[in-house]
């Protein structure tokens, strides 16, 4: 079957050391210090075959175009990729993805009705591959799984005909059925990866909000238009979103928010002030992946407002250092976290439930393209900022 695959030089920097987890040759933890000349392409491989009792074959119907992907394929002036996290290539890329379940082992179990999974049932997976045993995991913390894999990343992903996937990461779409037909239930499927990468950052790891808050988001990308529609289905009063692309903003203010500021012809710390009375925000999330260019802002906000006890969510990933200071956070008793996955703590369930209450982020979805027009628009996403969420449909 034909496959979308990225394949890039084992060639790590000069100062770069391998990590225990490291396997040289083919898999880093650290991807831009590692991988360089990324290229993608189109090629064939063999069709999965289920391997263990508790493997599911899933026919790929729908997989959006994730900026991970955008950021892998991307090269820095050196050659190296700009994605800096866990890569093993080459690899069959996408994962954000659903489909309808082809074949399933006799222990694949199904959490929607505690029985093994039968042909037809429309799913959608994570992309974490946690293991389950180890200290992480057992502690609840199943994103930072000592022995991770990840979909897409370093184990084969769903831009292709058919897909494996372990039925332990597997989540029925049954709940969006006459919601969503045709098509848009498996384009609503494929947003849940990305939506619930939203909902960990603002809920389990923000620490979510009390209804009547205040919120920010820096950039409109999926994950931040995904932010815009959960925290406003959660009851924030005022959802400021801060995206130079008039697209996206436009985008955002459909999702729910109440104001998009330009920060490129405004000043954004005056028109935060202003919407809130002065009292800023109290989540801030930092989905631009340029933290190093909005952080002034940020820090300017929880300076200038009457509010305190904010808390600032990095989610975008980005390997470049952010110039702090710390006594802003001390005197205005701010915090900073970092959110990175989408897995346990009812994540991927109750992202299910809101999509099915009406959270409808396939308003994102700018484009719906073949498996053969996937890599020119892998490439394309690296500028083109009007295109926010890119679709392959029926690989």
Known sequence: ???????????PRPEFKLGPKDVEGKLTWLGSKVWRYPEVVIEDI??????????????????????????MAQADEEGYTLYPGLTGFPVTLGHEFSGEVVEAGPEAINRRTNKPFEAGEPVTAEEMLWCGHCRPCADG???????????????????ARYIKVDAKYLWSL???????????????GSLVEPTSVAYNAVIERGGGIRPGDNVVIFGGGPIGLAAVGVLKKGGA?????????????????ELGADHAIDPTKENFVEALLDYTNGMGAKLYLEATGVPHIIWKDIEEAIWRSRGINATVVIVARADVKIPLTGEVF???????????????HGTFPRVISLMASGLDMTKIISKTVSLEEVPEYIKRLQTDKNLVKVTCLNP
Request: net charge neutral; proline share 5%.
């Open 237 to 253: 009063s005022k959802v400021i979103i801060s995206e130079p692309s008039e697209v996206r903003r436009k985008m955002a203010l």
């Open 330 to 344: 001390q005197v205005r008793r701010a915090n900073i976290v970092g959110a990175q996955g989408h897995s346990g």
């Open 1 to 11: 079957m034909k496959a979308v695959r990225l394949h890039a030089k084992w060639d």
């Open 46 to 71: 063999p069709e999965p075959k289920i391997e263990k009792p508790t493997e599911v074959i899933i026919r790929v119907r729908a997989v959006g175009i994730c900026g991970s992907d955008v950021h």
């Open 141 to 159: 913390f199943p994103n930072h799984c000592e022995n991770l894999k990840e979909l897409g990343f370093d184990t084969e992903g769903a831009f």
């Open 174 to 188: 049954k709940e969006l059925e006459g919601i969503y037909e045709g098509d848009k239930l498996f384009m609503a």
